[in-house]
């Protein structure tokens, strides 16, 4: 199918639709997600619609991105979730014994506490969402309050940044909404959050960012940190391996 069709099918969806999903476009023209998204940036650099992660949505639509959000938090476990293991387990392996770790909100970074609650170390997190995976762990787990956001699954606010700012960490773990290789940036959804990983990015000696391949060229409301500062990227595999900068690390 030529780039012209494509176009007019997608524009055609969101018309109809308000909404498109990269993975579902991919499927049903039978070609890459990557080619999907490169489609979307363009119409996006013209005006035509705003991109979200994982898709995009008519021009204007605020309510739709509302609703997209909360599907994705309830089905976000589910997703791209073997990438996240591996992700999580290439992670892991960076870790010595007797090192202390933060590991960031978001589902991305969950798997992370299979692989390291069983070591001893210690761990510190605002991730609810991995410390409802906590079985009897031989980690010290110190837990990060403050005000609770249902929506994360996670603290936040000055006193969950207060006591975040007690730690120096050997290793910090952050996951992001997305990053843009081209401006060499990521990026988070908004301020609340944010703020927890550049404290954590701050205080530690060693900063890596999980991210899988579905977030890439997708920009958040928030910048955060450059990508060139962090030690390590660790993505799963994709077709852009080749152009990847040197502190990318592939999780395969």
């Known amino acids: 199918m030529l780039t012209k069709e494509r176009l007019y099918y997608l524009m055609e969806k969101i018309d109809r639709d308000r909404i498109v999903h990269v993975k579902e476009v991919a499927k049903t023209l039978d070609v890459s997600e ?13 005006g035509k619609l705003c991109r979200i992660r994982g898709g995009a949505i008519k021009t204007g639509s605020e309510d739709i991105v509302t609703d997209h959000k909360e599907i994705m938090m309830s089905e976000r476990m589910h997703i791209n979730f073997h990438a996240k293991q591996k992700i999580c387990k290439k992670a892991s392996e960076l870790v010595k014994d ?3 770790v933060f590991i960031d909100g978001g589902t991305t970074l969950v798997p992370l506490i299979d692989f ?8 510190v997190t605002h991730n609810y969402l991995a410390v409802a995976r ?8 110190t837990v990060i309050g403050g005000d609770y956001l249902p929506h994360f699954d996670m603290g936040s606010g000055s006193m969950a940044t ?20 081209v401006d060499d940036m990521s990026y988070t959804t908004e301020l609340a959050t944010g703020e ?3 404290i954590a990015f701050r205080n530690s ?3 890596y960012l999980l991210i899988d391949s579905s977030k890439f060229q997708i920009r958040g409301f928030c910048k955060l ?3 060139s500062k962090f030690d390590r990227i660790i993505t799963n595999q994709c077709e852009l391996e080749e152009k990847l900068a040197e502190n990318f690390l592939i999780a395969d």
Do not use: M, W, Y
């Open 116 to 123: 390291l609650q069983d070591r001893p170390i210690h761990i």
């Open 134 to 141: 906590l079985r009897n762990p031989k980690a010290q787990v």
């Open 34 to 46: 990557s080619t999907i998204r490169r489609d979307l940036a363009q119409l996006e650099k013209d």
């Open 162 to 181: 207060n006591d975040l700012n007690q730690f120096q960490f050997d290793h910090v773990f952050l996951g992001c909404a997305g990053i843009d290789l």
């Open 98 to 100: 007797g090192e202390c």
């Open 205 to 207: 000696v060693h900063r």
């Open 225 to 227: 940190e450059p990508l």
């Open 196 to 198: 927890i990983k550049k």
